[in-house]
T-cell receptor
Framework: DGGITQSPKYLFRKEGQNVTLSCEQN?????MYWYRQDPGQGLRLIYY???????QKGDIAEGYSVSREKKESFPLTVTSAQKNPTAFYLC?????????????FGPGTRLLVL | GDSVTQMEGPVTLSEEAFLTINCTYT??????LFWYVQYPGEGLQLLLK?????DKGSNKGFEATYRKETTSFHLEKGSVQVSDSAVYFC????????????FGTGTRLLVSP
């Protein structure tokens, strides 16, 4: 079955530690996205990538980094510079970026700080 | 800038009641409009969408009509079920540059038997 997988489901971070969240899709989509979800707020865009080897900052990129070396993979690293990382992180993909295309979401990773 | 405003929740209904969740958007350009649903502990799933004025999106008994004159995209369902309990997000595409989605804050729906 085609879809998006995220791992792990839960992730614990210690102070000063970098952690990496995995996102893989087998939908052959060009565009991929990372969102952060906090209680009572909508989704906020962290980074997005329209094509392999290219990515752009979203609205809240500080303290995060990404790479897009393969079409199917878009890992997100939460660095120690992100002072409030506790949140639910969602990865998504779409065929392209015309605005009318549906974004397909993974099941999410919940990041907690120890 | 581009934004989406949803009614605050939670919305609490009895099974078989009529549902309306209001959504309005900023009237810049000609965005596509979406409703996504999120069940507990899961990612978002597309519920329905509309790409131009007067289009009606529909799925699983839910409907929403793209109203340009009132900049609205209200979600409706004639008879809700307990299994419809979830958080519903309204979203619009941006108008400039890369077509990112702008999401509302979400509305939690609780349906009791």
């Amino acid at each position: 079955d085609g879809g998006i997988t995220q791992s792990p489901k839960y992730l614990f971070r210690k102070e000063g530690q970098n952690v990496t969240l995995s996102c893989e899709q087998n939908l052959n989509h060009d565009a991929m996205y990372w969102y952060r979800q906090d209680p009572g707020q909508g989704l906020r865009l962290i980074y997005y990538s329209q094509i392999v080897n290219d990515f752009q900052k979203g609205d809240i990129a500080e303290g995060y980094s990404v790479s897009r070396e393969k079409k199917e993979s878009f890992p997100l690293t939460v660095t120690s510079a992100q002072k409030n990382p506790t949140a639910f992180y969602l990865c998504a993909s779409s065929i392209g970026a015309s605005g009318a295309e549906t974004q397909y979401f993974g099941p999410g990773t919940r990041l907690l700080v120890l | 800038g581009d934004s989406v405003t949803q009614m605050e929740g939670p919305v609490t209904l009895s099974e078989e009641a009529f549902l309306t969740i209001n959504c309005t958007y900023t009237a810049t350009g000609y965005p596509s409009l979406f409703w996504y649903v999120q069940y507990p502990g899961e990612g978002l799933q597309l519920l329905l969408k509309a790409t131009k004025a007067d289009d009606k999106g529909s799925n699983k008994g839910f409907e929403a009509t793209y109203r340009k004159e009132t900049t609205s995209f209200h979600l409706e369902k004639g008879s809700v079920q307990v299994s419809d309990s979830a958080v519903y997000f309204c979203a619009r595409s941006k108008n400039t540059g890369f077509q990112k989605l702008v999401f509302g804050t979400g509305t939690r729906l609780l349906v009791s038997p």
